[in-house]
């Protein structure tokens, strides 16, 4: 049986890929870190479930502090190490860089160190995956594929940046198995609600629901390439069973504005999205990424992956989900 490590196991990814993980029959182990209200919505089901009992277990620790991954490297010993732990939202990274630094780009150098030493100490292999980030691409042209030169445009993006060449030079300095995926977004019924699809498909819900009036948005000009979560933690896991470590761009290879995200839920639930949604600069950034578009070509042909889910069943997805939670509630 093999044994993942998960950093990031409470976020929309970890959640996925626990449950991915788990189906192929691994044992999981997730760190989580503790905070004054519980914080394990998307994973209590596996963690409630008498049956998971001894396949997937939570370990207190942090990306702030190193003793604490050592800590969970040496009790767990895995196999394969999923580093998906970040301060991961770009608006909030302008109103706090350091920080986000300190857990994105110096977490994960903590973290490679962790897992360089458990290897020296007990010569046994653990497979790495960095979450790397489309925002690294920034500002470059559209499309953007491996050969594309970084250009980021946030604290984020520049700590992630950093946390992919820590984990490339861990990879040719030590020879160490480090996969960096260069995900573009994906979104899902779990995305954090300040996010800008799930707060429309929040709020979209809540409006039918007439339970809301307005929903306030900054630019609605920026294009992404947005994708279906529970299809990207497969690349993610694909990486990892590759003959050697790569790094790999994961996308679906289409754009749309959030203009158009918004256009597509609003119509969903037969409403007119020009009569709910306002201007506020508050959600506009000092430097603002405009359009990411990801060439998934060397994934596709060296992995074998493809995204399953279109752009209108993502929407459809997230707007039904939140239509029932506004229902509910
Ligand atoms: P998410 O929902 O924001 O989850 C982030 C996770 O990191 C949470 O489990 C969070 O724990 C944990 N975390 C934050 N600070 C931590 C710290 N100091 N120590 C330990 N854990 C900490 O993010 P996601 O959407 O699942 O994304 C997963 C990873 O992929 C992130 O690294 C993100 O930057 C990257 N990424 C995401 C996308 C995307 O579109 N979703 C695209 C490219 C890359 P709490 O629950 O305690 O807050
Ligand atoms: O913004 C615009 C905003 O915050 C998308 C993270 O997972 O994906 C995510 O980063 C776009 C931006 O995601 C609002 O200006 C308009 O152009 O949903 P977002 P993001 O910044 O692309 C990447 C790949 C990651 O790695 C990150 O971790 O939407 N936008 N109005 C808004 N954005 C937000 N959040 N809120 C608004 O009201």
């Given at each position: 049986?093999?044994?993942?490590?998960?950093?990031?196991?409470?976020?929309?990814?970890?959640?996925?890929?626990?449950?991915?993980?788990?189906?192929?029959?691994?044992?999981?182990?997730?760190?989580?870190?503790?905070?004054?209200t519980?914080?394990?919505?998307?994973?209590?089901?596996?963690?409630?479930?008498?049956?998971?009992?001894?396949?997937?277990?939570?370990?207190?620790?942090?990306?702030?502090?190193?003793?604490?991954?050592?800590?969970?490297?040496?009790?767990?010993?895995?196999?394969?190490?999923?580093?998906?732990?970040?301060?991961?939202?770009?608006?909030?990274?302008?109103?706090?860089?350091?920080?986000?630094?300190?857990?994105?780009?110096?977490?994960t150098?903590?973290?490679?160190?962790?897992?360089?030493?458990?290897?020296?100490?007990?010569?046994?292999?653990?497979?790495?995956?960095?979450?790397?980030?489309?925002?690294?691409?920034?500002?470059?042209?559209?499309?953007?594929?491996?050969?594309?030169?970084?250009?980021?445009?946030?604290?984020?993006?520049?700590?992630?940046?950093?946390?992919h060449?820590?984990?490339?030079?861990?990879?040719?300095?030590?020879?160490?198995?480090?996969?960096?995926?260069?995900?573009?977004?994906?979104?899902?019924?779990?995305r954090?609600?300040?996010?800008?699809?799930?707060?429309?498909?929040?709020?979209?819900?809540?409006?039918?629901?007439?339970?809301?009036?307005?929903?306030?948005?900054?630019?609605?000009?920026?294009?992404?390439?947005?994708?279906?979560?529970?299809?990207?933690?497969?690349?993610?896991?694909?990486?990892?069973?590759?003959d050697?470590?790569?790094?790999?761009?994961?996308?679906?290879?289409?754009?749309?504005?959030v203009?158009?995200?918004?256009?597509?839920?609003?119509?969903?639930?037969?409403?007119?999205?020009?009569?709910?949604?306002?201007?506020?600069?508050?959600?506009?950034?000092?430097?603002?990424?405009?359009?990411?578009?990801?060439?998934?070509?060397?994934?596709?042909?060296?992995?074998?992956?493809?995204?399953?889910?279109?752009?209108?069943?993502?929407?459809?997805?997230?707007?039904?989900?939140?239509?029932?939670?506004?229902?509910?509630?």
């Amino acid at each position: 049986m093999k044994r993942a490590l998960i950093t990031g196991v409470t976020g929309q990814d970890g959640s996925y890929l626990s449950e991915l993980l788990l189906s192929k029959g691994y044992e999981v182990h997730g760190i989580v870190r503790r905070a004054s209200t519980f914080n394990r919505d998307r994973i209590d089901h596996l963690a409630l479930d008498p049956a998971l009992h001894d396949r997937f277990v939570l370990h207190y620790g942090d990306m702030a502090d190193g003793s604490s991954l050592r800590r969970v490297m040496e009790t767990v010993a895995p196999d394969e190490v999923y580093n998906l732990a970040a301060q991961s939202h770009v608006r909030v990274s302008f109103d706090q860089p350091e920080y986000t630094a300190d857990i994105v780009a110096t977490g994960t150098l903590r973290l490679l160190e962790a897992v360089r030493e458990h290897i020296q100490r007990g010569g046994r292999q653990v497979r790495f995956y960095q979450a790397g980030s489309s925002e690294m691409f920034g500002a470059a042209n559209p499309p953007q594929s491996e050969a594309t030169l970084f250009h980021p445009r946030s604290p984020y993006a520049v700590s992630k940046l950093a946390a992919h060449w820590h984990a490339v030079n861990h990879r040719e300095a030590y020879g160490m198995f480090v996969a960096n995926g260069l995900l573009f977004n994906h979104e899902s019924p779990r995305r954090g609600e300040s996010f800008v699809t799930r707060k429309i498909t929040l709020a979209v819900g809540r409006i039918a629901a007439g339970k809301q009036q307005q929903l306030a948005l900054g630019n609605l000009d920026a294009r992404r390439d947005w994708g279906f979560a529970g299809d990207y933690v497969d690349a993610m896991w694909r990486m990892l069973q590759a003959d050697q470590p790569d790094d790999y761009v994961v996308a679906t290879g289409e754009s749309h504005s959030v203009r158009e995200f918004v256009e597509l839920a609003f119509d969903h639930v037969k409403l007119d999205w020009r009569k709910h949604v306002t201007f506020d600069e508050r959600y506009t950034r000092p430097s603002e990424v405009d359009h990411l578009l990801g060439d998934p070509t060397k994934v596709r042909t060296k992995l074998g992956w493809a995204p399953k889910v279109s752009f209108p069943q993502l929407v459809q997805m997230m707007v039904e989900a939140d239509l029932e939670i506004a229902r509910r509630g």
